[in-house]
């Protein structure tokens, strides 16, 4: 709450990192009730000066421990390089501090799993800011599939093409893929798991890295989940669809007068038991058209929806949505991915267990 | 040639198959200068008799070989289920007529070999009516490939999804996929083959067959081809993308206002030998964004310019542009991705090395 | 012919004219239960010899008399040129045969005031074919509007542009304005009327009739109503937007896949008095952001509903849904728009008292 | 500051409210390497004092003469509501400074003649900041115009709607369109003048001013314009249609993906004197059915160039592509259309003499 409370009862936050995500930390932590934010870290000092100009209780350092003194900083957000989030998050975390990171958690699933061990030790809130999840489609879809109103999810199909910045250091796997794969994470039930990936691309350009890829997610209910990343597509194209046992979505993200649309329509098959001896196999199929419905959705913007559940986490001490856990799943998938990528499109499995014992 | 020339120099031609696409072929065939269609022939001489009404000169019966005892009739469509092409089209090649036979060319690889072994043997034209292939659109695309004007092929994309009928004996990929790949192996230069096929799919519903299913296709040329095939789509998406070295082009067959747009919009690489030694890798990348052009499509119906396409390679005995051969290598790579798909996605070769020698 | 009732038991009926709409209204007269199709007059019988080929039971004639001397044709449906409909709806009203024409229902108000005079004196059934009040969608908005599901019409605009052929004796208001007017005459309830109408328009190519029009419709409630009829516009639009008090709907006719949508958004007024004296003005406006509907429409031939209206008139005795009356208000607001256009766009009124009287 | 140039070279200019628009003018100046921004005006100093907070160099007063007394002051840009308009331009221009305006120029036509009149008298730049006019877009379209690519215009379509905000002060026509009118009179070519406006509308809400109204311009060309502006729309609609005797475009500004599409597409007219006394009507009209090019356009913010435009103009003395003048001629259009919309849709001359004299 802001105005009459004093902003004393607000837990402290320190954001590291000035460069493209850090700005977006540090006017949606401004701009909650739920924070006040004390420090802004960069070893460009120059350049964090200019993002905190307009706030004048920011203050500006290049050294991580200056804040990390700072008693009443309570928590860090990290927006640096995903090979620097290791390093930055231990220190925050072994400094007692809660930690938000940037997506991905970790640069690889080791590195992700001892912050993971680390939070879990000190009772910490760990949360990886999977942004796209506190979209407000992202929310309207996961209660749709959480409330039952989708029935079983049978398939997910997810595009993310565009004519895409050829990244230096990752392939299109690693640069786009952690988006679909962290949205798909949020949105199912907690029964639903992958349990095997499948990966196909290719680098037709020469450029040294994958530029286009397929893959593929057996899920635990027998279900399939497929994603399509590619740097090359001269459109841009964002659309995942979830087809359920009772109704299908489509969120298409590059139109905003219509984000979403939740389709009546779709096959029913009736069960063999449900069926006297003489009834015909065709009759064991039947279609649905239905009405569309577009749910309303509310605009705010996604990061401000998470900074609010960071707060929730840390003032709850529960985990937040998208948990050290979460981050780490996605860190998973994309490491078997690349193993599927190098073995051909063999499938490779997707082993949980590890991870539900820590 | 219609009006003046006598009727005589046009060669006769029976369709086999009053059915769903009999009726196509026939208003087609009646439509076109270039055949004297005389025999309508269909077990079911009733259901013949509607279709052939309005077409005083067109005879039906149900029986076969009353058709090919006309020694007028030089040629066969063959419009019947899948599983008896193989039958017919013998019978039709055996009494020495040229045979165009709806898609799929037969129910399996083996029987498609035998088709085309039995019309090379016999020196008769034998053609896929690979419908799509002669849209203005995939003719279009064809021409930009095969001019240079896309550049060398870097990937193919293509999503073929609907609410779409359970097949009560096939399953969606040998429903769909065999527009997709018979598209491929048109537009695609010579030189480029598919040499591996990865399939990957579902039956979320347990319908008893895949109802989902994605296809990577490695090519020759290090370029993938990529299919998506669904019946479980609440939306319809017919839209394939090429991607080219010079250009890239999206068809998107359910816009009738736009349905082909060539993009000058893709990331160029420059060589490492055209660089300097102190050049930065940060060089070698650099990304267009010129105008869109959506060519003028003529209006033609597929099925007339398919019925010219085999009307021109009987005239010239030359292979018609979806021959027998591009018949059999699109069941080839069916074949290939339903082995596939029962290994869970392994890779799977597909050798055209037989075909070729045949 | 459906369920257990003979033939014999469905009114004959002649269909006169078999050029562009005639074959329509043949293939859906012989495909409704509630009609026995006899007679197809056409002056050039080779013509109508042609349409009739696959329907054993039509006879062909040139002559209307020989038709309307079948004691057994109770009915015909005219799909002749405009200027020619009212002799020829006329020889069949006199000759006691209820009569369906093909919009517009005459070339002048007056030619169309003969007609619903002669067929009240003789209580025949006087049936305008103002097919697109028959699609699925058209008759889906009437029922929005009709049930009270939109609230009070605020507004009604259309937009019905494309490359047109430029017709040779009618000018686009005539040629496409029709279309708008009867919709919107079908789907506003019977107490909102057209009471003025003020067109503007222009013929920038020189082609010596008005290819650009607009015309603005004063509603009696208060309400407006706005065409754009354009024949020189490189891209097809056909929306219809009805805005009420309580929903606001779009048809959008090239989308098939989302025709209508009814969206719960829009701008509501606290009305004065319901307001305490010191509340600001600000109060008086609110904005809902509700969902979207698009209610799945089906698929029917809207010319299908159409046949099946008429049949429905005859065997009742009341009034079609697009009665006579209905055509001629479409041609008073012709003539008025068509008097604004000589006049500058002059609000010309669109006196509905006679009509009433009639 | 960009290149080595000292700041003092560069014009310095004060920003006159810090309200809606101001914060984008200040930064847009601040981003400009051709304005030296000094001064930030606005009565709420706590206002423009967190607007100018990032940049050190502004400084900030609620004293319109404190920043005229600043000799490096040589222009002000003004984004104070509409009423203002008039006694803050003419503050500074009889200061001796370049005034930039927010649209509309004034409040009404006769105090935008005032200051016209003043800025020529004192050979001052006036200009109007209509800034769709400076989006890549328009400047586009302007340029296929004016280098006759278009061919002469025959037709321009706008519509401009949306659920948007009813205005306490203005009706819909004063709040829109001056966008659709200055975007009319910065695309076309010099010689084609509105001559005539004839204005219909509605107020079905009750809200106390016209809500939802359409315009219709007679062109002294020959050719017609027309604007559609409501404020009730449930969804947003951005186009303009320009057709053309070569080509015809459309302006689709809510598709950023295609925002421009130039059609080669149109009705082609014989000339009566290039055919033979023999030859029928019919063969005077001819359709084309060529490519449609979408031109890719730059992603400049448009403030962005409309303040390179304003230095441009005060660099080199001449008129601004939006000056004093055009702003006027928006005012001119808008009282005849207020007009005509009192007289229920009468055409109401605009009469563009006096203003030329001027």
Redo the contacts between chains.
């Keep these: 709450m802001s105005g009459g409370s004093p902003a004393a009862e607000q837990p402290g936050i320190a954001v590291v990192g000035a460069g493209y995500w850090g700005p977006n930390l540090v006017r949606n932590l401004m701009g909650s009730p739920d924070w006040d934010l004390r420090w802004l870290v960069d070893l460009d000092t120059e350049r964090a000066r ?1 993002v905190a ?2 706030y004048a209780s920011v203050q500006v350092t290049s050294a991580l421990d200056e804040a990390l003194a700072d008693p009443r900083v309570k928590a860090v957000a990290i927006a640096t390089p995903a090979r620097t989030h290791r390093d930055v998050a231990m220190a925050a975390l072994r400094a007692g501090r809660h930690v938000l990171v940037e997506k991905p958690l970790a640069a690889t699933e080791a590195e992700g799993a001892e912050l993971v061990a680390e939070a879990a030790k000190r009772g910490l809130i760990l949360m990886c800011d999977h942004t796209y999840c506190y979209t407000p489609a992202a929310l309207a879809i996961r209660e749709l599939i959480h409330s039952g109103e989708l029935g ?1 999810v ?2 997910v ?1 997810s ?1 993310r ?1 565009n ?1 895409g910045l ?1 990244q ?1 250091d990752v392939d299109v796997l690693w640069d786009l893929a952690p988006h679909d794969l962290s949205i798909l994470d949020f949105i199912l039930p907690d029964t639903v798991k992958p349990v ?1 990936v ?1 990966a ?8 040294g890295r994958t ?2 890829a ?1 893959l ?1 997610l ?1 899920l635990s ?4 989940a ?1 994603g ?1 990343v ?7 194209v964002r659309t995942i ?1 979830v ?1 359920g ?1 009772k109704r ?1 979505l ?1 969120w298409d993200d ?1 139109n905003p ?2 984000r979403v ?1 939740v ?5 029913d ?1 009736a069960r063999p038991e449900e069926l006297g001896a003489d009834q015909r ?2 009759a ?2 039947s ?1 649905r ?8 959705l509310n605009e705010r913007e996604a990061l401000a929806a998470a900074v609010e559940e960071f707060a929730r986490a840390v003032r709850t001490g529960t985990p937040a949505a998208t948990d050290g856990r979460a981050g780490l799943r996605v860190l998973r998938i994309l490491e078997a991915a690349s193993r599927s990528l190098a073995e ?4 490779v499995a997707v082993n949980d267990d590890a991870l539900e014992g820590e």
């Design positions: 200019k100009a307009p079983e049978h398939f199909d595009v093409i004519l050829i230096p095997a499948a196909t691309g290719a680098d037709p350009l020469g450029a530029c286009v397929y593929t057996a209910s027998g279900a399939i497929h399509h590619n740097w090359l597509s001269p459109t841009k669809t087809g046992s299908t489509v590059v007068a219509q649309s389709f009546d329509r779709g096959v098959l196999r065709a064991l199929v279609y058209t239905g009405d569309m419905v577009a749910p309303a051909n499109g063999a499938l």
